[in-house]
T-cell receptor
Framework: GGIITQTPKFLIGQEGQKLTLKCQQNFNHDTMYWYRQDSGKGLRLIYYSITENDLQKGDLSEGYDASREKKSSFSLTVTSAQKNEMAVFLC????????????FGPGTRLLVL | QQKVQQSPESLSVPEGGMASLNCTSSDRNFQYFWWYRQHSGEGPKALMSIFSDGDKKEGRFTAHLNKASLHVSLHIRDSQPSDSALYFCAASEPGNTGKLIFGLGTTLQVQP
């Protein structure tokens, strides 16, 4: 088995601030994902990466940057936090194929004051 | 329009009862379906996947797929209070990206 670790668990930011969320996996999976979960809106894909140094935009990439410098880690940056924003950011990983199960981390809860 | 639609939005069943959750896709490119479960404060966890027409059973959970109507359902037999959670249906296209499209979820409450 493996585990996905997300840091920090909680993140409180100020409007306009750049915020970075980190994700580590020890599954040795090739593909990693960042999702945003808002109440009542399900999970929406922000960025994904099919291998080290690869980045692919999802449906919600505007306002975010991502970085995959190592196979085991995937970072997400909120480039300018929006006032009163509140969401959970979920990291996931899977083996490279399109029919493989995605394994999720516990999430980072963001609140912007 | 949401490409993966789930119903009902919320569901309450008594302990020991049967819970039935539904999911419909509007995109015929979607060939593969998953059910994920998310307990409060945790990340989603995959329950089961289904790719072929018909039923797939894993313990108390049975998924049913009808590719012609793009409808997939999840039935939970002998529901337990620990089954209380948010359930997501997710779908993907053939390919090697693993990109999933999630529905908005069904909240299941199992009453002791």
């Amino acid at each position: 088995g493996g585990i996905i670790t997300q840091t920090p668990k909680f993140l409180i930011g100020q409007e306009g601030q750049k915020l970075t969320l980190k994700c580590q996996q020890n599954f040795n999976h090739d593909t990693m994902y960042w999702y945003r979960q808002d109440s009542g809106k399900g999970l929406r894909l922000i960025y994904y990466s099919i291998t080290e140094n690869d980045l692919q935009k999802g449906d919600l990439s505007e306002g975010y940057d991502a970085s995959r410098e190592k196979k085991s880690s995937f970072s997400l940056t909120v480039t300018s936090a929006q006032k009163n924003e509140m969401a959970v950011f979920l990291c996931a990983s899977s083996i490279a194929t399109g029919v493989d199960t995605q394994y999720f981390g516990p999430g980072t809860r963001l609140l912007v004051l | 329009q949401q490409k993966v639609q789930q119903s009902p939005e919320s569901l309450s069943v008594p302990e020991g009862g049967m819970a039935s959750l539904n999911c419909t896709s509007s995109d015929r490119n979607f060939q593969y379906f998953w059910w994920y479960r998310q307990h409060s404060g945790e990340g989603p966890k995959a329950l089961m996947s289904i790719f072929s027409d018909g039923d797939k059973k894993e313990g108390r959970f049975t998924a049913h797929l009808n590719k012609a109507s793009l409808h997939v359902s999840l039935h939970i037999r002998d529901s337990q209070p620990s089954d209380s959670a948010l359930y997501f249906c997710a779908a993907s296209e053939p390919g090697n990206t693993g990109k999933l499209i999630f529905g908005l979820g069904t909240t299941l409450q199992v009453q002791p």
